[in-house]
């Protein structure tokens, strides 16, 4: 099997050591993985802010790159669910382009939507002794639907403490350009999302984007809060490695 990562730009210029802890664990599930160069942004800034024409210039880069790939996987349910939920809309008038935006949604996935639904793999062999709790992207699980899969991942970790987030669903207030736009309100939905993350005494806060990450991590770290924010393909690929280091330990 021969994957295609699809990056993403904030992954690619601020967070690369997730595209790296996600070859990482593909690579352990028996995975081939490439990166076609020819990938640029999936347009979802342009698009959300209404500029359609700049948008469809740079879907359509995607469109290209990933032709030929037997899946996609990406790190980001919010730029994955652009792709399934408005490349449609984007390519509507153009027949051909339409075809291969529906092609490529038909192959493409979030990381840990991959791993359950395709690879069909809830343990990829971690241990994790910490409190950690899990925060539910906006994108990711109401726009794409990945809700069941990263808890299903981070269920299976050994010595794991997984415990809820109170008023998980409510948004961190990061939304793209709406954190630009509407700063104010993105504060104070922000400093809501941090006071439940504290509620839980958790070490760790893993997500599966990194645009809601960033901004909850943000105001954790203003705050002084001593809490590392992960990415779930992160805490997996830490917690293997630990495994396997426990492993070499006990030579079990």
């Known amino acids: 099997m021969k994957v295609s990562l699809f990056i993403t730009c904030m992954v690619d210029n601020l967070y690369p050591q997730v595209g790296v802890s996600m070859v990482k664990i593909l690579h352990r599930l028996g995975v081939d993985v490439v990166f076609p160069e020819g990938q640029t942004c999936c347009g979802q800034p342009a698009f ?27 790190p980001s349910g919010s730029c994955t669910g652009m792709i399934h939920h408005y490349y449609g809309d984007l390519f509507a008038n153009d027949l051909r382009l339409a075809r291969q935006a529906e092609a490529l949604a038909g192959k493409t996935y979030e990381f840990s939507q991959f791993v359950v639904n395709v690879l069909g793999v809830t343990d990829v062999g971690a241990a994790f002794p910490q409190r950690v709790t899990y925060h539910p992207s906006c994108h990711g699980a109401r726009l794409l639907g ?6 299903t991942l981070l269920r299976a970790v050994r ?33 809501e999302k941090v ?3 504290q509620e839980t005494e958790a070490a760790v806060l893993v997500g599966t984007d990194m645009g809601c990450l960033m901004n909850i991590g943000g105001r954790l770290s203003r ?3 001593p809490i590392r924010v992960l990415h779930v393909a992160e805490l997996l690929e830490e917690g293997i490695q630990l495994r396997d280091g426990q492993r070499e330990v006990t030579g079990i």
């Open 159 to 191: 010595d794991i403490e997984l415990v809820d987030l109170p008023y998980a669903a409510d948004c961190c207030g990061f939304g793209g350009t709406f954190a630009v736009k509407m700063g104010d309100v993105s504060t104070a939905m922000a400093a």
């Open 223 to 225: 705050e002084g809060a």
């Open 146 to 151: 990945v809700k069941d899969e990263p808890l």
């Open 48 to 74: 959300n802010s209404g500029y359609a024409a700049e948008a469809r210039a740079s879907a359509s880069t995607l469109l290209e790159a990933f032709a030929d790939a037997d899946y996609v996987v990406s």
């Open 195 to 197: 006071k439940h993350v």
